[in-house]
Every structure is written in C-alpha cells, then in structure tokens.
C-alpha cells in the first residue's frame, strides 16, 4: 500500500467528489467548499496531503490551497483513499527552478548547486509547487519558496542550514522557507533547527505524518540514524 507523507500531491478521481467531506479551517458553507473541490478536481489539479491526525482508516486528509485570484482560503477535506488517482512527491527543486521569478535564479541557482553537491534531496511545496503544476497564478510578492529538504546525515543537516543562512545574507530577496526532514520522518522548520545549533538543550517543534510534538535536540538528530525512507 501506498504511503502518503506530509506535502505529496494528490489527483482525486472526479467521483471521489460525491464522497468527500469537508472540514474546514476556512469558515464556507460544506456545499460551497465540495463544489469548489469539484471545480479543482475537474481542472486536473493536485491536492496536498495533509497530517493525519484522528484520520478514519481507509480517509485521506487532503488540503486545497486556493490560488490568491480565487481567494487564497485553506481548505480541508476528507476523502476515500480508493477515490485517489495518482500521487507522487512534490516536484524537485531542479524542475520548478526554471519557471521561478526572474530575481530568484541567482540565489535558486547557488541552492541547486549545493544541493547536487551533497546529494540531498529536496521536493518543493506550497504555493510555488502549485503554481507550476496548475498554471493557476498562487504565488505573491510576498511568497516564499517551501522546499522540504531531506538529507541522509546529521552532518549534512548542519551543512544545509549554515548554508540556508549565508543564502539568505547574500540574496535576501530570494525567500526559502521549509522543512528539514530526519530519515525517522520528523520534519523541524530549518531555521528553528539552525538555532538550536548554540543550545544543546534546545526544544524543537516537530512535525510528522500524523502528530506536533516538542522533542529535544538530541532526539531529533538520534533520527538520522534511520534508514533513509522510514519516515513516520
């Protein structure tokens, strides 16, 4: 069976429509949210797996992020897994690189650089990863660039967010926001967990498939002792 992990995408079959249920966070009428989940789906377009926390077995928590021209709500649904039509990862960096704003490349170009140099990987999310993928106009002036960025070593993390720093400092309007998942599948917001470099003590806010949770610095890095691919 497939595995569905925080940030992948999701395309519903256009009957899983019929079956859905919606469950907020935007205040709008259920029917008015299933009938824009209808317009979505009939448009091709993905929806991104959620955390599935209190989750029936055999449902998927799905979320829609409306492009900013539609409203730009957050919405939640419920679904059948059996309503899925395909599901992958999101896109890699190196794919949606070409087709970001113009005063980005530089800075996308050094991360892509490094990124290849050390051999992590990196799937893009949020409003730039739909963009690409529909053609719908999501990202703003003020959008960032989420990458959930998945490095096989604890060593390698602390590259990768020394290197996110330095990044920022020289191309300040290149905005990179994200996760660094561990191999246990524990994902920290990368600079919280560039932070917790100077306090060995520190407390993170971790996020995984299914919970939040506070975990210490030491745990957290215990997880990269994983296999890569266990992720939670």
Request: aromatic share 10%.
């Amino acid at each position: 069976m497939s595995t569905f992990n925080r940030h992948d995408l999701v395309w519903l079959k256009l009957d899983a429509v019929k079956h859905a249920e919606y469950v907020g966070p935007a205040p709008i009428e259920p029917v008015s949210a299933l009938s824009l989940l209808h317009r979505w789906v009939l448009g091709d377009y993905p929806l991104i797996v959620a955390r599935q926390a209190d989750v029936p077995e055999g449902f998927l928590r799905l979320g829609l992020a409306e492009p900013a021209s539609w409203g730009k709500r957050r919405l939640s649904f419920l679904v059948n897994v059996q309503g899925v039509e395909k599901h992958q990862q999101g896109p890699s960096l190196a794919a949606v690189l070409p087709l970001l704003p113009q005063h980005w490349q530089p800075g996308g170009g050094e991360l892509q650089f490094f990124l290849a140099k050390h051999s992590i990987a990196a799937h893009v999310y949020g409003s730039s990863a739909v963009q690409v993928l529909t053609g719908l106009p999501c990202m703003t002036e003020s959008s960032d660039l989420d990458v959930l960025f998945k490095p096989s070593s604890w060593a390698d993390a602390e590259k990768l967010c020394l290197f996110l720093h330095a990044l920022q400092n020289q191309y300040p309007e290149f905005k990179v926001d994200g996760e660094v998942l561990s191999p246990s599948g524990d994902a920290v917001q990368w600079r919280e967990l560039l932070r917790s470099f100077s306090d060995p003590n520190s407390q993170l806010l971790v996020k995984t498939n299914h919970a939040v949770n506070l975990l210490g610095l030491s745990i957290y890095r215990s997880g990269f002792q994983c296999p890569v691919g266990s992720a939670a």
